[in-house]
C-alpha cells in the first residue's frame, strides 16, 4: 500500500483525477495532513466513498516513537523512530528564539565511512524515501506540539547519495499547500559528492549548502574522510565555488576539531589559504567523542586560537554550540546505544 507522504499535490491531483474525483479533495487532504490529522476518517470535509477509497488505497506512514529525549541543558529534544519495517532513525529538535530547528535523517545507516559519526558505523542500510524523511517533521512538530520552520538535512546518512528522495523532499516542504518552509530556512550537509553539489546547482534552489571538510589539506583529510579518495579538496572547493556562482549563496564549510589531528595554528592558516576568495563561512564543531573511535575534543584554547586566525585572515567564523550533548545528541548516538541493547 503506497505511502500518501510520497506524493506531491500534483502527484495526488492526478491520482483524484484519475479515480473520477475532483483534483481540489488533493488540497484538502494535504491541509488536513500538514496540520497533524493523520486519520484518514478525521477528515470531515471529504465524503465518506473517498475516505473508504483513501483507506484502502494508501496508508499515512508515520513513524513510532520508540524513544524521546529532552535535554536537561537546553531547549533540545531527540527522537528515536521506528519505521514500519523496524528500521530505526534519529531526528533533534532543537529550539530558538528565532524558531523550532529539525536535524533530520535521510538514510538508514550512512555507507560514506566518516571516522567521526556514530551513525556509518554499520553502514548504510537503505535510502528513505522522501515521504519517510518529511514524516519525521510531522510526527516531531505533533511530539513538540509547535511549528517547525528550520530544516537541517543533517542527520544519519549523506543526503546527496539520496539524490532524488531529497530533492523531492525539498520541493514538497516549500510548498505553500505544505509546511511552507522557505529555501533559505533550509540546509543540505554533505561530506562531497563533487557530481551531485554540480547537480544541486542547477537546482535553482535558495537552501545552504554544508560542506563536511574537516581538513585543510588531502593527506590529513583521507586519514577521516573515505569520500577524500575520490574527490581531492581541489576539485570539491571547485564545485564550491560552482555552487556560490549559480545560486549566489553562501557555502558553510564544517570543520570538526579533533585534538592533536586537525586543530593547530598552521593548519589554521593552511585553510585560511585553501578557501580565500570564496563566498563562505566556516562552522568550527568540538569533535563528538564516540567509543568506536579515539578523536578527542580539542581544547577550548586551540579552538579559539583556529578561530581567531581564520577570522584574522578574513574567514567569517564561528563555533558551533553543543546542544543536547546529555541526551546523546550527537548524529548516531542514540540509535547505536538502543541497537547494542
Given at each position: 500500500?503506497?505511502?500518501?507522504l510520497?506524493?506531491?499535490?500534483?502527484?495526488?491531483?492526478?491520482?483524484?483525477?484519475?479515480?473520477?474525483?475532483?483534483?481540489?479533495?488533493?488540497?484538502?487532504?494535504?491541509?488536513w495532513?500538514?496540520?497533524?490529522?493523520?486519520?484518514?476518517?478525521?477528515?470531515n470535509?471529504?465524503?465518506?466513498?473517498?475516505?473508504?477509497t483513501?483507506?484502502?488505497?494508501?496508508?499515512?506512514?508515520?513513524?513510532?516513537?520508540?524513544?524521546?529525549?529532552?535535554?536537561?541543558?537546553d531547549?533540545?529534544?531527540?527522537f528515536?523512530?521506528?519505521?514500519?519495517?523496524?528500521?530505526?532513525?534519529?531526528?533533534v529538535?532543537?529550539?530558538?528564539?528565532?524558531?523550532?530547528?529539525?536535524?533530520?535523517?535521510?538514510?538508514?545507516?550512512?555507507?560514506?565511512?566518516?571516522?567521526?559519526?556514530a551513525?556509518?558505523?554499520?553502514?548504510?542500510?537503505?535510502?528513505?524515501?522522501?515521504?519517510?524523511?518529511?514524516?519525521q517533521?510531522?510526527?516531531?512538530?505533533?511530539?513538540?506540539?509547535?511549528?517547525?520552520?528550520?530544516v537541517?538535512?543533517?542527520?544519519?546518512?549523506?543526503?546527496?547519495?539520496?539524490?532524488?528522495?531529497?530533492?523531492k523532499?525539498?520541493?514538497?516542504?516549500?510548498?505553500?499547500?505544505?509546511?511552507?518552509?522557505?529555501?533559505?530556512?533550509?540546509?543540505?550537509?554533505?561530506?562531497?559528492i563533487?557530481?551531485?553539489?554540480?547537480?544541486?546547482?542547477?537546482?535553482?534552489?535558495?537552501?545552504?549548502?554544508?560542506?563536511s571538510?574537516?581538513?585543510?589539506n588531502?593527506?590529513?583529510?583521507?586519514?577521516?574522510?573515505?569520500?577524500?579518495?575520490?574527490?581531492?579538496?581541489?576539485?570539491?572547493?571547485?564545485?564550491?565555488?560552482?555552487?556560490?556562482?549559480?545560486?549566489?549563496?553562501?557555502?558553510t564549510?564544517?570543520?570538526?576539531?579533533?585534538k592533536?589531528?586537525?586543530?593547530?595554528?598552521q593548519?589554521?592558516?593552511?585553510l585560511?589559504?585553501?578557501?580565500?576568495?570564496?563566498?563562505?563561512?566556516?562552522?568550527?564543531?568540538?569533535?563528538?567523542?564516540?567509543?568506536?573511535?579515539?578523536?578527542?575534543?580539542?581544547?577550548?584554547?586551540?579552538?579559539?586560537?583556529?578561530?581567531?586566525?581564520l577570522?584574522?585572515?578574513g574567514?567569517?567564523?564561528?563555533?558551533?554550540?553543543?546542544?543536547?550533548?546529555?541526551i546523546?545528541?550527537?548524529?548516531?548516538?542514540l540509535?547505536?546505544?538502543y541497537?547494542?541493547?
Amino acid at each position: 500500500m503506497q505511502n500518501i507522504l510520497d506524493m506531491n499535490l500534483d502527484q495526488l491531483k492526478a491520482w483524484m483525477v484519475q479515480n473520477g474525483e475532483k483534483a481540489f479533495r488533493a488540497k484538502q487532504i494535504f491541509d488536513w495532513i500538514y496540520n497533524g490529522v493523520f486519520e484518514f476518517s478525521e477528515m470531515n470535509n471529504i465524503p465518506k466513498n473517498l475516505l473508504s477509497t483513501l483507506e484502502k488505497s494508501f496508508r499515512l506512514g508515520l513513524p513510532r516513537t520508540v524513544a524521546k529525549l529532552q535535554s536537561k541543558d537546553d531547549d533540545t529534544y531527540k527522537f528515536l523512530f521506528a519505521y514500519e519495517d523496524g528500521n530505526l532513525i534519529e531526528s533533534v529538535v532543537m529550539k530558538y528564539k528565532h524558531g523550532n530547528t529539525i536535524c533530520v535523517s535521510t538514510q538508514v545507516g550512512c555507507r560514506m565511512g566518516c571516522k567521526f559519526c556514530a551513525s556509518t558505523i554499520e553502514g548504510m542500510i537503505r535510502n528513505l524515501t522522501s515521504g519517510e524523511i518529511l514524516a519525521q517533521i510531522l510526527k516531531a512538530q505533533n511530539e513538540v506540539g509547535e511549528r517547525i520552520s528550520n530544516v537541517v538535512l543533517m542527520g544519519s546518512g549523506e543526503p546527496l547519495d539520496n539524490y532524488d528522495n531529497v530533492i523531492k523532499f525539498i520541493r514538497c516542504i516549500n510548498m505553500k499547500n505544505g509546511l511552507n518552509i522557505g529555501m533559505r530556512h533550509i540546509t543540505l550537509s554533505t561530506c562531497g559528492i563533487v557530481p551531485k553539489i554540480n547537480e544541486l546547482a542547477k537546482e535553482d534552489f535558495q537552501i545552504t549548502l554544508a560542506v563536511s571538510l574537516h581538513a585543510p589539506n588531502d593527506f590529513l583529510r583521507k586519514q577521516v574522510m573515505p569520500i577524500a579518495n575520490k574527490y581531492s579538496i581541489k576539485e570539491l572547493l571547485g564545485a564550491c565555488k560552482e555552487y556560490i556562482e549559480k545560486t549566489n549563496r553562501r557555502v558553510t564549510f564544517e570543520y570538526a576539531l579533533v585534538k592533536d589531528f586537525n586543530d593547530s595554528s598552521q593548519l589554521a592558516e593552511e585553510l585560511s589559504g585553501a578557501l580565500h576568495g570564496l563566498l563562505c563561512h566556516v562552522n568550527l564543531i568540538p569533535v563528538n567523542e564516540i567509543k568506536e573511535n579515539e578523536l578527542k575534543k580539542s581544547s577550548l584554547e586551540n579552538i579559539s586560537k583556529f578561530r581567531n586566525i581564520l577570522i584574522k585572515n578574513g574567514i567569517e567564523t564561528t563555533i558551533r554550540r553543543e546542544m543536547g550533548s546529555d541526551i546523546n545528541a550527537a548524529c548516531g548516538q542514540l540509535r547505536r546505544s538502543y541497537l547494542k541493547s
